[in-house]
């Protein structure tokens, strides 16, 4: 096999039949369900593109096996190989105007960087090597779709997952059999898994002595019996029109907690078995944060400039971006934009090499977009309803357009300033409610706030990897030196 069409990917997730929880309800056919309809067109959108003749050279390539795959499966071993991954991640991005994070380049990244570092599993055992390899290539080769929980459920904080009430709320190993590991336990939030093929499951570090049997690493098809996915509440039914609700009705991401009840894992699927050493070290050993962390800052780059985009278009539709505390404002926004695109090219400009030689995006451009989008982007939206202001709240809906009794006023009294027509306006403000208004918007906010992580602990490991760099401050020692030389000399003089 190689790139799939979307109706090949469709055909795919239609013959499996995952256990997914929705409303109390047991959704059996997710490719017709109105919730997951949508979603499921738009990434099928993303599949047809790699044969697509405007497309197929920029997003996809020949693997060294001979057969054309996508870019996000390249380990980049040369300059222009970030490039090529950019160049998917970018296009991919555009289509969903940033709004769909778990688009399938997002863990291609994430298995490619972990298949890169084979070593790091074989430190553990030979075995997890082969596996995290052939799993590697049986994604890539069949063009599968992946989603991920690698997140323990938030049951209690305070502590570590051996301390839960209960010895399985966190997903750990119940038990060694000689077909694979028994699992039993919850972990989230597992975004689109119900139109996913496959689930793979790691963690961020912070695994403590104690915490043998939940230091795992595996990967199942998603429809593998036990498992179970719970999605969250809806935040659109999936039958609202796309002319009052443009995004809302495209591009929700559905997110679920997923339960294994005495799921096995086949063993040739584990690529860390009860290890707290390798469940802490796998990020930082093994570089999938800076990977996936250049697909999310190209995506989050798209999204903040649709945002944009939006804000200057409705700002220009009312007439106010004359004023200037509105210019003040979209600048803010453009600016913050422009931030994260010099800040993607930097990343890719001071590329790292490891050892092994993959070319791996500098980590403190990647960093500092994830510190600063946390903020950025929610201003963004605030920026969007201060602008928006009382319109936003005003809109009618695209039947009252249509009701020949009221059409009339509909077109008199919604119009912006000359030229912008009440039925553009109208739509323009409700695109925009759907960014700053909606369910569907607030989630989208919440997730550049927590799409990789807790940002407050990131930035605290930002500021302590600068430390360990910069254990000294040479400027300041010299600023001292030369204050006090100074301070010498004009005593002497005196
Ligand atoms: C829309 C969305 C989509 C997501 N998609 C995915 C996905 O596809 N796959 C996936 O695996 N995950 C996904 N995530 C989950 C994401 O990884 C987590 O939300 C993130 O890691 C933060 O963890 P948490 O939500 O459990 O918050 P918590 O870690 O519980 O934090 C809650 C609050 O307590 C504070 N806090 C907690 N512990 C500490 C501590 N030790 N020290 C200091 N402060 C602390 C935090 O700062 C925060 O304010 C998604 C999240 C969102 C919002």
């Known amino acids: 096999m190689s790139i799939r069409t979307g109706n090949q990917y469709i055909q795919s997730i239609k013959s499996k039949n995952p256990e997914v929880w929705l409303g109390g309800e047991r959704v059996n056919n997710v490719v017709d369900h109105p919730y997951f309809a949508q979603s499921v067109k738009e990434i099928a959108k993303l599949y047809d593109m790699q044969h697509d003749a405007e497309y197929q050279d920029k997003i996809t390539h020949i693997s060294e096996d001979g057969t ?22 970018e296009i991919w991005a555009e289509s969903t105007f940033g709004l769909m994070g778990r688009t399938p380049d ?34 890539r080769d069949n063009d599968l779709f992946l989603t991920h929980a690698i997140v323990n459920p938030q049951n209690d904080r305070s502590q570590s997952s051996h301390g839960q009430q209960e010895e399985f709320t966190h997903l750990g190993v119940v038990k060694e059999t000689p077909e694979g590991l028994v699992v039993r336990g919850a972990k989230m939030l597992a975004t689109l898994a119900p139109i996913t093929e496959e ?21 199942l098809p998603i429809d593998t019996p036990g498992l179970r996915l719970y999605c969250r509440e809806q935040a659109q039914s999936g039958e609202r029109s796309t002319w009052d609700h443009p995004l809302a009705s495209r591009f929700e991401e559905s997110d679920a907690l997923i339960v294994f009840n005495d799921v096995i894992v086949p063993w040739d699927r584990v690529f860390i078995n009860q290890n707290v050493e390798a469940g802490n070290m796998l ?101 969007l309803q201060t602008i928006g202001a009382g319109g936003l709240l005003m809109s009618p809906t695209e039947a009252d357009f249509n009701n020949p009794a009221i059409s009339e006023e509909m077109n008199r009294y919604y119009v912006g300033r000359t030229d912008v027509s009440s039925e553009r306006r109208v739509r323009l403000f409700k695109l925009a409610w759907d960014l700053c208004g909606e369910a569907f918007g607030q989630r989208l906010v919440q997730y550049e706030r927590y799409y990789s992580g807790d940002p407050v602990r990131k930035m605290g490991m930002f500021y302590k990897a600068h430390k360990r760099k910069n254990p000294s401050y040479p400027r300041v020692d010299r600023a001292l030196k030369e204050g006090l030389e100074m301070a010498k000399g004009s005593k002497s003089k005196a």
Request: charged letters at 20%.
């Open 199 to 219: 689930v793979i499951i790691y963690s961020y570090p912070g695994f403590s002595p104690g915490d043998e049997k939940y230091a795992i690493s595996f990967a």
């Open 283 to 383: 990020y930082p050993s093994t570089g999938i944060n800076q990977q996936p962390s250049h697909q999310s800052a190209v995506r989050g780059l798209a999204k903040i400039s649709f945002v944009s985009d939006v804000a200057c278009s409705i700002a220009d539709a009312i007439g106010v971006d004359g004023f200037l505390n509105v210019q003040n404002q979209l600048s803010e926004v453009i600016q913050s934009a422009e931030t994260i695109r010099a800040l993607v090219r930097i990343a890719e400009k001071e590329y790292e090499v490891t050892k092994t030689g993959e070319l791996r995006p500098n980590l403190v451009p990647l960093e500092t977009i994830r510190g600063i989008l946390p903020h950025a982007y929610p201003r963004a939206i605030q920026i």
């Open 106 to 139: 997002f863990l291609n990244t994430v298995i490619t960087g972990m298949a890169a570092n084979d070593w790091f599993f074989r430190k553990y055992g030979e075995q997890y090597g082969d596996n995290i390899i052939n799993y590697y290539k049986y994604v």
């Open 68 to 89: 054309r795959v996508n870019n996000s499966f390249l380990n980049p071993t040369e300059p222009e190989h970030l490039q090529m991954r950019r160049n998917v991640f």
